[in-house]
């Protein structure tokens, strides 16, 4: 990060060149908002060739046919078959998602692969609008860095993905995040209203994807505002910046009111909107969904990571400047170690390799990152208020507000994988803005600092891909699962049971009959081309209310033939409730007892991994 402090005994000439433009008037600057050179254009093409080989490298390996992601791939396809969402499916974000996919599904197909595309693009797009954010800021490299970071993070073969994630709204809302930090920073930059309405326009659809992004990025939009209106010192400016993001604001009221007029406020916030603050989800299970996610309740773990930063921060603050001999060999010697630290977190197994790589992390990609970024938005603001920090300084603030806000639930558990990677982009910047001033700005004529910069920069990279790396879950012995909607690369027995429960299905609905699948995998309807037989298609903890909701739900199942379940092995320890059936929707669990028998195994005989039980209705049951 370039300055955040002035002092009396900081000349001009003291200042890179990239300082200097940082504190250039706005006026000034506006009229070459994008540095186009050489260097702009190789980042791009090395953010693109890195996308590229992660793409390729790893395809058909992301997702999981039983947990989330066959929601994303139902809901759109059933929307692209003219079913309106939440009153026909059920569906627990905003409607943006599911329509954007309907419509790529009516374009291109009802295939898996169409996913793909629309959610690696999605990361590429994130990373470049990161990058081009960091070069908004002059420091190109700290862009290219965090704009590295979320490609890294991006195809792991997991459920926390880009190409076939557990949420598409959480997808598109990184893209749309970074969009709007991008364009935010322009429209400070640029008297132009144009940036302001893109902005707005992003902020407006960031909220119809994911109620906690929209929230972030409509506050910073209001800080937004609120800056440019003290820059103008204007009544009537102000008033023309509201009416340029009025549009997005009108954009969300509209299609909440076509929301409501479904079945009312609480179908939408109590049978839909799981996450909803008062929902039965929330009030039941919150407690354990929120930390799981990413706000733990407690700060032990970690107090020992934040120790070692600390340490290492003083030694850098303190240690290294009386360390004379050490300006030739600090920065090639530092590179040396961090390629050592990242080659030994990725080989080293058992428990030696995870205090390597808790140790490497914490230096190079602390979990309180999101924490950091709040501490030093309110030194910021402190020396700001104090009049020592200068006024040019306003778009590094206003990263940071933005990064606090998107990352609020991340405050202690911000990591290069997991569910961090849709919500980690701009925090990851602000780290890398604010690591070098723990460097004494005067110390080797200044030249720690800047190569501090590049070992932090580095060392942020190789640590985020040591992690992914050797966290990853190993696919060499996965097989491609081929479906008429699309291939998809799983574990053997998993591969040998969907194939059976597929055909199962096709023929179950080719004699106009149902299959219900229990207690998730809702995959299994869209690549066996089939329809859920009810409205929620999906029973996790807590998404089926009891009393009313219930109630319509069993009516659903009796009015339609429905003679087969698949009853499946997956289980829900994380929420505290692992059982369908017994540890949680009981009066479900118990009417499908009462009316279904079991039949017989998927496959006979195989108790490993993911398994599942063909159940029957009882002869004689009223359809």
Partial sequence: MRRMTTSTSTTNAELSAADRRIQQPVAARHTSLVEWDRATWLGLLTLVVLWATLFAGTWASWGSVTVDCGREMYVAAEVARGRTLYKDVWYIYGPIAPYINAFLF???????????????????????????????????????????????????????????PYSFPAVYGCLTACALLWLGLQSLQSESLVWLFAAGIAACLALLLK?????????????????????????????????????????????????????????????????????????TYGKHWLEITGMPSTFGHVALPSAVLLIFWCFLRWGMPSLLVAKRWFLPTGLVLIGMAGALVTTVPGELGFYLESAFLAVFFPRIMALLAVLGLCGAVWLLWKRRLPSTATPILMVLVFSCLLAFRLLLSVRPTGYSIYYGGPVVLSFLLLGPLVVPAQAWAGRLRQ??????????LVAASASVVRNAVSTKNWIPLKTEYGTIRLDNEHAKNYSVALEFMKQRSAGGEYVLSIPEDVSLYFLSGTECPSRLYMFHPGLLAPGNMTTELIDELRSKPVRYLIWSNREFPEYGAPVFGKDYDWDLGNYLRAHYRPLRPLIPDDLSGWSAVIWEQIPGEKQ
């Fill in 106 to 164: 009516r374009l291109f197909g009802a295939r898996l692969e169409v996913l793909y595309w629309a959610g690696s693009l999605s990361a590429l797009g994130s990373a470049i609008f990161l990058f081009l954010s960091g070069i908004r800021l002059s420091s190109r490299l700290t862009g290219w860095t965090a704009a590295a970071v979320v490609l890294v993070g991006a195809f792991s073969p997991s459920i926390f993905c880009f190409p076939l």
């Fill in 211 to 283: 109620l906690e992004t929209g929230c972030a990025c409509y506050a910073f939009l209001g800080v937004l505002l609120g800056v440019r209106a003290i820059h103008h010192k204007s009544g009537r400016a102000f008033w023309r910046d509201v009416l340029a993001v009025l549009p997005g604001g009108l954009v969300c009221a509209v299609v909440a009111w076509w929301m409501i007029s479904l079945r009312g406020v609480e179908f939408i916030t109590q049978e839909n909107f799981s996450n909803w603050p008062t929902s039965y989800f929330m009030r």
């Fill in 451 to 460: 190569q501090w910069r590049v070992l932090l920069c580095v060392g942020c």
